[in-house]
């Protein structure tokens, strides 16, 4: 909260970058710790369930900023809706602070032995489905403002649709069984990855036949052309070559 309220004074993008750097490290800080209290505090046949709402509010509370930043940059800027988003967090720390203290029992009994290597296998699978999603999430509002034409305080609401998904799925892993919700989740992550790889690279193909074709018509302008001479084109490519006799200007 202090790190995205003090974006407010800020005007160097270098400061900028640090103090994203920093709010970075306390959200990756947070999210462990919040999840071992809600452990510690639940019990053994209801952890599952908690836990899922824990991840489901946590979405619902990503979907709603999103939401209301958006409205609240056309309102007051960028700047003053950092501030305001900030506050929240304020009373909460208060308030954490004026709860009980916090057990000092640091060792806990092991309930089950995990095989290691099942452990570094989703370890490993949660980077990769890591890596995939912030690609999508950093690129999106991008891809909402340069291809469906957007304005940039309203790109922000296209991010919740994919915070939408994750909220619906935190809350059907509540009455689902471990490893049918982890086996359901990650064959839905690979077919939206699939998809999002071949719509990328038919967008790319045709941004770069458009790019071709600019720069054919660009060269096309500067040929100075007789007029009872016909232009020799290749019709697959579009460039168009001239005859002997023909020359090029340098305008």
């Not at 970075?24 to 505090?41: D, K, Q, Y």
């Not at 009980?100 to 806990?108: A, H, Q, S």
């Not at 092991?110 to 699978?125: D, H, N, P, R, W």
């Amino acid at each position: 909260s202090i790190f995205l309220g003090g974006l407010f004074w800020l005007n160097n993008i270098h400061t900028m970058v640090t103090f994203l750097f920093l709010l970075a490290i306390g959200v990756s800080t947070f999210h462990p710790l919040a999840i071992a209290i809600v452990r510690e505090n639940s019990k053994k046949h209801q952890r599952g369930h908690y836990l899922s709402l824990f991840s489901a509010a946590g979405t619902a509370g990503i979907i709603v900023a999103s939401l209301l930043f958006g409205f609240s940059v056309q309102i007051w800027g960028w700047k003053i809706t950092c501030l305001l988003l900030s506050l929240p967090g304020y009373f909460l720390g208060y308030a954490y602070l004026k709860s009980k203290k916090d057990k000092k029992n640091l060792k806990t009994e092991a309930e089950k032995k995990t095989k290691q290597g099942y452990v570094y296998l989703f370890f490993i699978s949660m980077g990769i489905r890591s890596l995939g999603l912030w690609a999508i999430l950093s690129f999106l509002p991008l891809y909402a403002t340069d291809y469906l034409g957007l304005k940039p305080e309203v790109s922000a609401w296209i991010v919740s649709i994919i915070f939408i998904g994750t909220l619906v799925g935190s809350l059907i892993s509540r009455k689902s069984i471990f490893r049918t919700a982890v086996l359901i989740s990650l064959t839905i992550v690979t077919l939206v990855y699939g998809v999002t790889y071949s719509i990328d690279i038919e967008e790319a193909n045709i941004y770069s036949k458009e790019i071709n074709i600019d720069r054919n018509v660009e060269n096309i302008n500067t040929l100075i052309i007789p007029e009872n001479n016909n232009q020799i084109c290749d019709s697959l490519t579009g460039i168009c070559n001239p005859p002997p006799g023909w020359y090029l200007t340098n305008n």
